[in-house]
Nanobody, 119 residues
C-alpha cells in the first residue's frame, strides 16, 4: 500500500527556515504530480505548492512565492518543501499529497507535520 510520510516540521522563529520532506512508498512515485498543502487552526486546508513528475514545472500560492521552494528526488521517492523567511501566518499543519493522474484530484495524503512560527 502506498503511503506518504512527512517530516521536518517544528518550532522556528519568524524569519527562520525549515525544510519539510515527504517520503513515498511505491515504485511509481516519479509518475505523479505531488503537492504540499497546509491547514491552520480554524481555517480550511489551502494549496501551497506543487511540482510535476520531472520537477521541471512548479506552482505556488501567492502567499509563499519567493519564500518557499518545492523540489523532488525521484530516486529517493521524496518531495521537499524548503521554507525560508517564515512568518507567524505560516503556522499550520503541512500535508503532502499525490495527484491522481485520471481524476486530477489529490487522493493520497500524508499524516501531516506541524510547523509553528513564533513572532
Amino acid at each position: 500500500q502506498v503511503q506518504l510520510v512527512e517530516s521536518g516540521g517544528g518550532l522556528v522563529q519568524a524569519g527562520g527556515s525549515l525544510r519539510l520532506s515527504c517520503a513515498a512508498s511505491g515504485r511509481t512515485f516519479g509518475s505523479y504530480v505531488m503537492g504540499w498543502f497546509r491547514q491552520a487552526p480554524g481555517k480550511e486546508r489551502e494549496f501551497v505548492a506543487d511540482i510535476n513528475w520531472s520537477g521541471g514545472s512548479t506552482d505556488y500560492a501567492d502567499s509563499v512565492k519567493g519564500r518557499f521552494t518545492i523540489s523532488r528526488d525521484n530516486a529517493k521517492n521524496t518531495v521537499y518543501l524548503q521554507m525560508n523567511s517564515l512568518k507567524p501566518e505560516d503556522t499550520a499543519v503541512y500535508y503532502c499529497a499525490r495527484k491522481n493522474v485520471i481524476t486530477a484530484s489529490y487522493d493520497l495524503w500524508g499524516q501531516g507535520t506541524q510547523v509553528t512560527v513564533s513572532s
